[in-house]
Nanobody
Framework: QVQLVESGGGLVQAGDSLRLSCAGS????????MGWFRQAPGKEREFVAA????????SYSDSVKGRFTISRDNVKNTVYLQMNSLKPEDTAVYYC????????????????WGQGTQVTVSS
């Protein structure tokens, strides 16, 4: 079965960096698109970044563009989210997800999800 496991979250100060990892198994990356989403308390889950597994084409939400970088390691079947210049508003549970789409930012179109990892940024 498909399984996605996130790791790398934690408590950091504003301006710090953090790298999240998402390890896939059970053919998780046979899906064409991998994405990162986040959900803060009292808010809807929102799109953060995505990458196509084969070509490595990336996309980002306006709120993280220039600060976050998504990448993948085909050998390790792992997708990463490098987060730099973190802000308190980046505080959220971050989720890794997979979709059988060319490109989408819509939560419901991602069919597999990890359990989430907490990222807390203090000021």
């Amino acid at each position: 079965q498909v399984q996605l496991v996130e790791s790398g979250g934690g408590l950091v100060q504003a301006g710090d960096s953090l790298r999240l990892s998402c390890a896939g198994s059970g053919g998780a990356f046979s899906r064409s698109l991998m994405g990162w989403f986040r959900q803060a308390p009292g808010k809807e889950r929102e799109f953060v970044a995505a990458i196509t597994w084969t070509a490595g084409t990336t996309s980002y939400s306006d709120s993280v563009k220039g600060r976050f970088t998504i990448s993948r390691d085909n050998v390790k079947n792992t997708v990463y989210l490098q987060m730099n210049s973190l802000k308190p508003e980046d505080t959220a549970v971050y989720y890794c997800a997979a979709a059988a789409k060319f490109f989408t930012t819509i939560t419901l179109e991602y069919e597999y999800w990890g359990q989430g990892t907490q990222v807390t940024v203090s000021s």
